[in-house]
């Protein structure tokens, strides 16, 4: 079974935790800039998926690997999306995206041929690790270092998705490398949700105070 792999239970257990913790804290929190929480919504993907690959997992391990895969790599295509968006207020159509995606991928998901998708996930792979790594830099040597957290991160989770891609099955190196892209990607998102809930909870009081 897919799910006796000690590996695959570190993986599985992590990112359901992390994905679920994100996503519900995006829909929970009430002060959120736009971003956050438009990337926190991105994290129902990979929740959904890993639900569906842990019930599937008994009877179908080859669509389990797929939809484990599948989840990760859309989850950093969309983030990465979202963090080059300008914010502004028209962000908020963005926030449905994520929920058509999944419905998309269940759809399709019978028709999905892994070995004809393998080099368009290693291309778009590849275009990931240098995107990111090129705004890794460009937010250290900025003025704003704010997303240079979260860009490190979702570096990290797409080397965690290449080696993962080019073993063929869940490492230990792929899992060290994506608890520790969730974790940056953690920092990100918590500091930047409680700065501004903090922001409009002081400027609540201020003018309560008025």
């Not at 996930?121 to 705004?135: G, P, Q, R, S, Y």
């Not at 501004?196 to 003018?207: A, C, I, M, P, V």
């Amino acid at each position: 079974m897919f799910f006796f792999n000690l590996e695959n239970q570190i993986f599985f257990i992590f990112s359901f935790i992390f994905s679920a913790y994100f996503f519900l804290n995006s829909v929970i929190v009430k002060f959120q800039s736009v971003k956050v929480r438009a990337m926190g919504l991105n994290f129902i993907v990979p929740l959904t998926l890993n639900i569906s690959a842990f019930l599937l997992a008994p009877y179908h391990k080859s669509e389990t690997e797929k939809l484990l895969l599948l989840g990760h790599l859309i989850l950093i295509v969309l983030n990465t999306v979202v963090l080059l968006l300008r914010e502004t207020e028209t962000l908020k159509l963005y926030y449905p995206v994520p929920f058509f995606l999944i419905g998309f991928i269940f759809l399709y998901a019978g028709t999905f041929d892994y070995n004809s998708c393998f080099m368009t996930f290693l291309i778009m792979n590849a275009i990931l690790l240098l995107t990111d790594v090129f705004m890794v830099f460009y937010s250290f040597f900025s003025r704003n270092k704010n997303a240079f957290t979260v860009y490190f991160g979702l570096f990290i989770m797409s080397t965690s998705t290449g080696v993962w891609l080019f073993a063929g099955l869940i490492t230990y190196p792929a899992v060290i490398l994506m608890i520790c892209g969730f974790i940056l990607c953690g920092i990100y998102l918590c500091r930047n949700s409680l700065n501004h809930l903090y922001n409009e909870y002081t400027k609540t009081k201020k003018n309560s105070g008025k």
